[in-house]
């Protein structure tokens, strides 16, 4: 009885520690939670309670050199899911058929642009305001879905504008790996293509934040008074040198064109005037989700209407460049501006081959200027072959062929410029002919170069072989601070001397003026145009046209350049829309007058970007 009774104190006791050690555990517990894990989760409940939302900023204007739209913002709708308050099951096969998504896609979004669990992750941009009434009045039915009124891209319309805004997209997966912007997040909109991308930093701004309160359910409650949101920064306004009234000069010459390109530069700073490339595209398209539908058919279109020509298309450049052979050869002192060579009887025999000029029945025997006038292929032949590749490359390279301008818009192509090094290395040392310069020497052969690169070199020759950087930023103007204007820059200086120039600006302008000009059909009684044609054989059908125009002459103010795809003589094709273009600028510099833009953007007045 005694061993018993001590049996069950013994018991008692080992169960009094065990109580007491449970006691003990669960009041440190309590003591860890109140003192020292309080913070951590009231900071969890207090997560679980508020949605923190950021705020987009207003992407800055862009604006043309007259303050006329180019770029501005639409207000658009963007629906999003926040995982942690979705009802599994139930949200997402809601919301499905409402916004014209499969579960699955909506799965795929939220986790391509999910950032925490508790943050709203955008699965579809620019719906209707019809699916944002059926949301805000069935909110039961949406648990976690939300939405916000964002701004998207408009781009001015009919205007072929796409070849230097570019667009906007959400940043990608990819990009987000490889920025150092920490800015960014999964369905950041940032600049894709063009002056969007080259300036999308100046032009996105700064993202704010609110902070709604949210029920258990997801319901929202309201701003969260406990924080104040933060406001964000809106982008700069742009205003580009474009001349609006000019671009539209450029789209109608070029309306009955498939393929070609327009570049029109200011030869005294290298602003850029006006640029179209056709076939185009609607940048507006890109501001929402493109369609898989148009986006195939844009893709896969053979006319490649994602191609900016006047930037990436690489052509030869035709007779439009016999201005570097003779000036090559009056600065290597080969030639004068009298020299003449064997007289041109429709070609000229290189050894087994006979090299054609343009003209059957021959030129005749002609100086230096007549050359330039008539485009004559045998004279340039004759001087090619006394000049020499690689002295001819070099010529080519100082006047700016085969390297990109450095204008301020991306995906720009360097061209090809070849010499000695370029043939031995495509057909081996020793296995091609000399005769290769015939074809240089008239701007054909291997030689390629884009519409801006010949842009510029005659912008060079019209200016006393000084050459400014091509850029269409004209002005920034911040949201807070003074606007800035930019300030032209010298890119090089052409390598003829001003006697040299003078022979060349005989030639250029006896194209237009002279008897036998290849381009006389573009004089006129009020101005004087300067040019020269181009005619470039194609093997996939009639020749590429091509013509760059100068005017005023006498004191130039703007250079045009222009090839029209599989068009035929550019004397025939390319002249003519280039005279159009001019047509328009003279006759609003001389009357004040152009008729051709009349959109709500004309008394659209420039200011200060505001939130």
């Known amino acids: 009885m005694k061993r018993s009774r001590l049996s069950l104190d013994a018991r008692e006791r080992v169960a009094l520690v065990v109580i007491g050690a449970a006691f003990l555990f669960l009041l440190g517990g309590l003591v860890k939670l109140q003192l020292f894990d309080h913070q951590k989760f009231a900071k969890q409940s207090e997560n679980n309670r508020i949605r923190v939302v950021p705020i987009p900023a207003r992407r800055g204007n862009v604006y043309d050199r007259e303050g006329r739209v180019l770029i501005d913002n639409r207000p658009s709708y963007t629906v999003s899911v926040v995982p942690a308050e979705e009802i599994k099951g139930r949200t997402v096969p809601a919301l499905a058929p409402l916004i014209g998504l499969d579960t699955l896609q909506i799965r795929n979004r939220i986790k391509r642009n999910l950032v925490s669990r508790y943050q709203p992750a955008a699965v579809k941009k620019d719906i209707p305001f019809e699916v944002v009434a059926v949301l805000e009045e069935q909110s039961d039915r949406f648990a976690g879905v939300s939405y916000q009124m964002e701004r998207v891209r408009q781009y001015v319309a009919d205007m072929g504008v796409e070849s230097y805004t570019g667009y906007v997209g959400e940043t990608s997966e990819e990009e987000l790996a490889r920025t150092q912007k920490i800015d960014l997040r999964p369905g950041s909109m940032i600049g894709k293509k063009g002056l969007e991308r080259r300036y999308d930093d100046s032009l996105r701004g700064r993202e704010g934040t609110a902070y709604i309160e949210v029920s258990a ?174 002295k001819l490359s070099e010529y080519y390279a100082a006047c700016g062929f085969g390297k990109v301008t450095e204008i301020d818009i991306p995906s720009e192509a360097a061209g090809l410029n070849p010499n000695t090094a370029y043939y031995d290395s495509r057909y081996g040392k020793g296995k091609w002919s000399r005769g290769l310069v015939l074809n240089l020497s008239i701007g054909q052969g291997e030689l390629l170069t884009t519409p801006l690169q010949l842009a510029q070199f005659f912008c060079g020759l019209v200016n006393k072989g000084i050459v400014y950087r091509p850029h269409i930023l004209k002005k920034v103007s911040p949201p807070r601070g003074p606007d800035y204007e930019v300030t032209p820059e010298v890119s090089f200086r052409l390598p003829f001397s001003a006697h040299t120039l003078d022979v060349l600006l005989d030639g250029m302008r006896a194209v237009v003026a002279g008897e036998h000009g290849t381009a006389k059909g573009l004089r006129n009684d009020l101005y004087a145009i300067g040019g020269k044609t181009g005619t470039v054989q194609n093997p996939h059908g009639l020749e590429h046209s091509w013509f760059v125009g100068v005017a005023p002459f006498d004191d130039p103010e703007i250079v045009v350049a222009a090839i029209m795809e599989n068009a035929g003589h550019g004397s025939e094709v390319a002249a003519p829309v280039v005279g159009k273009v001019i047509r328009a600028y003279m006759e609003k510099k001389l009357h004040g007058q152009s008729g051709l833009v009349k959109t709500e953007a004309d008394t659209t007045t420039l200011t200060k970007a505001a939130p």
């Not at 359910?217 to 205003?239: D, K």
């Not at 570049?263 to 890109?286: K, T, W």
């Not at 493109?290 to 007779?319: F, M, V």
């Not at 020299?339 to 005749?364: D, E, I, K, M, V």
């Open 217 to 390: 359910t997801g319901q929202i409650l309201g701003s969260y008074e406990g924080r104040a949101p933060v406001e964000p920064v809106p982008g700069s306004n742009l205003i580009l040198s474009i001349d609006l009234d000019l671009q539209a000069a450029c789209v109608a010459s070029l309306d009955t064109f498939c393929c070609g390109a327009i570049v029109a530069l200011d030869p005294r700073n290298g602003e850029l005037l006006a640029m179209i490339s056709r076939p185009g595209y609607d940048p507006n398209i890109f501001s929402s989700v493109i369609p898989e539908d148009i986006w195939q058919q844009i893709s896969n279109d053979p006319n490649h209407p994602l191609l900016n020509r006047p930037l990436a298309g690489l052509y030869s450049p035709g007779s439009t460049t016999k201005f570097i052979t003779v000036g090559a050869g009056m600065e290597e002192g080969i030639i004068n501006e009298h020299t003449t060579f064997s007289p041109c009887l429709g070609g000229y025999q290189f050894g087994n081959r006979f090299f054609r000029c343009w003209l059957p029945a021959g030129h005749g025997r002609q100086g230096a200027v007549g050359a330039l006038e008539q485009s004559c292929d045998t004279y340039m032949y004759q001087l090619g072959l006394k000049i020499g590749i690689d």
